[in-house]
């Protein structure tokens, strides 16, 4: 219960109190309550007109005003006791056992004792079961955040630039709404801020609160939902009063996707009435509210193709902001903003490090310099050097190392022999990335081995050629395993995988291969941002190319595999000295091992052809 809602109950029991009070003395300032002697006395002068007797009161009404009372009131006595004191001349009074106190804590304090009960005792439980109270079941849980609070600028927002630039007219609009409206433009009602997670959304909501000065109202879109139907309409309706009372303002649902998934066709029938009227309620006020008044709703989500479409036209969310995952120079930035609250290196160059995180979010950067600053606090550094940020990102992408973790030596010998491979034809190939590091220390997420390769700069557009020899680094370890033993292991299984995946998107996807045709046979599905793509599994198209599909994925995944074995049979030499290498130290780099560089001397490439470029996404280390 808070606080105003406590000062409103308390006011009306004192208002009730007093009224009580006020009526008593008014019913009781014309009643006489003589004693019970004086009464006799009075009876046997003929004052009395009438009387009503009870178990413990007389009351009755005088003949003539006595001081000017007419009505009386005494407590009544046992005659007989009252008999012997009136002999022996004793002045009788009658009186109660219990008074006014005792009769009101007989009263009150068994009702105080329940309250007190449902207080700490059931209404904990309620709030633990997400029921809440019964007073403030209809009230918003938006906690206001003031410039003070939120602490964040545009300073601290990087690597959306972009973003930025669209969102400060939101700053404009809140410091000098009638200026900026000169024109007759009106700000948007609503701005939906779209992106796979830990690209900076609820970063980038507070910033632009910090930046305009005004009280910031946030919210989770599934603290609008409770087990009581009505309940998120109430809080919706209560968020919007407590906004117009503070405007300007910036309101911020984060989540938008608990509150807003599309409506089903077929109603509540799955139980999502209580979620629908919250949403109707939502649009409502969207209509409902002018934005002059300096009403900003932000709202952030990373799944908006669940989103219902009334949410998104004209009018309401009028404005989609993509934050996306940052390019090179985006991480770049980012870093820097991180770095600035460790103590760092100098000499260390982030560009370097941007180069080596492609993928990566604004969250996941933020983590990747906790993890360096953690690492060199451990081995007692004073600061964070580039081996700790390298050894960062292998934990990351790969997991913690496992020395602990003993391979019997042929297995040890087999993946050394394995990861060189993939190195070897990575190093050979000119349109795979270079390499970074080759180790065979089993790390936490099973792998027992990887390579790491370093991409050179962000890439959006892949060509058909790439595709073909990126399959080939993929196979190269099962490749390297033939050779030497003369037969494959399981270790393989998700190089395999991966260069199946690959194959079959080249296929049927992109439509790069001759025989099948180019034709868009699997198309993508609807995907979340931030998840893998997914293929749907409704095939429409005949048996026969069904067969074609097949017959095609599994000549360009025995052709990826020659060419590995061709390039790897020419370079023997350096697989044998990479590998007895890698078993020595355990972990290496093109600097301890020269072939790993990229040359005009490396040994010749397959004939693997030319292609149009596609879209793809980005790059990956291959790991094991």
Not at 178 to 190: E, N, V
Not at 240 to 247: E, L, N
Not at 331 to 345: F, P, S, T, W, Y
Not at 478 to 505: M, Y
């Amino acid at each position: 219960m808070d606080k105003k809602n406590s000062f409103h109950i308390g006011y009306f029991i004192v208002a009730f109190a007093l009224i009580t009070l006020f009526q008593t003395w008014l019913a009781y300032k014309d009643v006489a309550q003589p004693s019970y002697s004086e009464l006799q006395r009075l009876l046997q002068d003929d004052k009395i007109k009438s009387v009503v007797i009870t178990e413990t009161m007389i009351q009755g009404v005088f003949k003539e005003a006595q001081d000017g009372r007419t009505q009386f009131i005494v407590r009544r006595v046992d005659p007989s006791v009252a008999a012997e004191f009136e002999k022996a001349g004793v002045e009788i009074t009658g009186a109660s056992d219990s008074n006014w106190l005792t009769t009101l804590i007989s009263w009150v304090l068994p009702a105080l004792i329940f309250f007190g009960l449902w207080m700490f005792v059931f209404r904990g439980y309620a709030n633990r079961q997400g029921m809440g109270g019964l007073i403030n079941i209809g009230k918003s849980k938006a906690k206001v955040y003031l410039e003070r609070d939120t602490g964040v600028t545009f300073d601290d927002v990087a690597g959306v630039e972009e973003a930025k630039v669209e969102l400060q007219e939101i700053v404009s609009f809140l410091k000098d709404k009638d200026r900026y409206g000169r024109l007759g433009a009106r700000m948007p009602k609503g701005i939906l801020l779209v992106g796979p997670p830990g690209t900076g959304k609820t970063l980038m909501a507070r910033a632009i609160a910090g930046e305009a000065g005004v009280p910031f109202f946030s919210i989770s879109g599934s603290e609008f939902v409770e087990m009581f139907v009505g309940v998120g309409a109430a809080r919706v309706r209560d968020l919007f009063v407590q906004a117009r009372q503070a405007a300007p303002c910036i309101i911020f649902i984060d989540e938008l996707d608990a509150l807003g998934r599309a409506r089903s066709a077929f109603g509540s029938m799955g139980g999502n009435d209580e979620k629908e009227q919250t949403l109707n309620q939502l649009l409502s006020e969207l209509d409902g509210f002018d934005p002059r008044v300096g009403i900003v709703l932000l709202a952030a989500t990373n799944r908006p193709e669940v989103l219902d479409p009334a949410l998104l036209r004209a009018g309401r969310f009028d404005r989609q902001v993509v934050l996306d995952r940052p390019g090179r120079n985006g991480r770049e930035a980012i870093l820097k903003v991180h770095v600035g609250k460790i103590q760092v290196d100098p000499e260390i160059d982030l560009g370097d490090i941007a180069g080596l995180t492609a993928g990566f979010t604004g969250a996941d950067l933020a983590n990747l310099v906790n993890e360096a600053a953690i690492i060199a606090t451990r081995r007692g550094a004073e600061k964070v050097s580039r081996a700790d940020f390298t050894s960062a990102i292998e934990r990351i992408v790969a997991g913690t190392e496992l020395r602990s973790r003993l391979m019997k030596p042929e297995e040890r010998t087999r993946v050394a022999y394995h990861e060189m491979g993939h190195a070897l034809v990575a190093a050979a190939l000119k349109t795979t990335d270079p390499v970074e590091k080759i180790s065979i220390i089993p790390r936490s997420i099973g792998a027992l081995g990887y390579t790491l390769q370093r991409p050179t700069e962000d890439r959006f557009l892949i060509t058909a050629t790439e595709l073909r020899e990126r399959m080939a680094v993929l196979l190269a370890g099962r490749a390297a395993e033939e050779i030497i033993f003369g037969e494959v292991s399981t270790g393989a299984s998700d190089d395999l995988a991966k260069a199946t995946d690959i194959a079959r998107q080249y296929v049927t996807r992109f439509g790069m291969d001759e025989k099948v045709g180019q034709a868009v046979l699997e198309e993508q599905k609807s995907q979340f941002l931030g998840d893998a793509p997914a293929f749907v599994g409704k095939r429409d198209y005949s048996e026969e190319t069904s067969r074609e599909v097949d017959l095609a994925v599994r000549r360009l995944i025995d052709e990826a595999y020659e060419a590995a074995k061709t390039i790897l049979a020419a370079g023997a030499a350096n697989l044998e000295a990479g590998a007895r290498l890698l078993l020595e130290r355990e972990t290496i780099t093109p600097a301890d091992f020269p072939a790993l560089k990229r040359s005009d001397e490396a040994p010749a490439e397959p004939d693997v052809g030319t292609g149009a470029a596609v879209s793809t996404d980005a790059r990956k280390p291959v790991r094991r």
